[in-house]
């Protein structure tokens, strides 16, 4: 079974989005902020709940997707995956992914300490790698961030690392698509995920 963790908060709201997630802007940071405080006694309760519901049904792979779940501090994750092997049978080779984006992966002691947490695979949300792209994403960082947090995640010894591209954006040439395909190529990541951009009714991307 795979158990899918949404966490529904980011730091701002990118143009393009219509995942669930609720702006925190600045106070993000914080373990003490009422609502991540709030959301993950809620999110123990649930693990609770299910793992009771479905007999403590075997577990192969764990998914925190978002949302930005990189904005929970690695203890907490910790804390959660803790829950979720209490409460179901956690297979000792699980896949456990944590979605990050680049801008919130800075430092390599943050990484190590998510995989010692016990995430073994990040998905980074890269996008672009073209800055014209990335300011009309409205994504808050920039191309060399991500270039930054994909040697850092390797350098503190993530061994699965996926980077989340989208292509069929508004004004990207071949040309430029094949650029960064190129660029993210040369991060030997395990994995690349291109996404074609869905224009979401009601995002600034779509009323534009
Ligand atoms: C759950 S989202 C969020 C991941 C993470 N918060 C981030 O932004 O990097 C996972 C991926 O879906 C893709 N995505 C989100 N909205 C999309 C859209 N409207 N069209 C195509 N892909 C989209 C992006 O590549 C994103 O990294
Ligand atoms: S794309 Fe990712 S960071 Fe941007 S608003 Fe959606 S979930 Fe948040």
């Not at 007999?55 to 959660?80: D, K, M, W, Y």
């Not at 801008?103 to 002691?109: I, K």
Request: with cysteine; glycine share 10%; proline share 6%.
């Amino acid at each position: 079974m795979l158990v899918y963790i949404h966490v529904p908060f980011c730091r701002t709201r990118c143009n393009y989005c219509a995942f669930h997630s609720i702006p925190l802007g600045g106070g993000v940071e914080s373990a003490a902020s009422p609502l991540l405080r709030d959301y993950v006694d809620t999110l123990l309760l649930e693990l609770a709940h299910w793992g009771d519901r479905l007999n403590g049904a075997a577990v192969q792979s764990v998914f925190f997707g978002g949302g930005t779940p990189s904005l929970l501090p690695p203890r907490i994750v910790g804390i959660v995956l803790e829950r979720l092997a209490r409460c179901f049978t956690l297979s000792s080779k699980a896949e456990i992914t944590l979605e990050a984006n680049p801008e919130s992966l800075r430092g390599g002691q943050s990484v190590q300490q998510y995989l010692a947490a016990g995430v073994n695979r990040l998905s980074i949300g890269i996008q672009s790698l073209d800055e014209s792209m990335l300011r009309l994403l409205g994504r808050p960082h920039r191309a060399q961030d991500s270039l930054h947090a994909v040697f850092t995640a390797r350098e503190a010894g993530c061994a699965n690392i996926n980077m989340d591209l989208m292509w069929g954006l508004p004004g990207l040439s071949v040309r430029q698509w094949l650029q960064t395909l190129k660029d993210a190529v040369r991060m030997s990541p395990d994995h690349i995920s291109a996404y074609g951009l869905t224009l979401e009714p009601g995002t600034p991307l779509e009323r534009d």
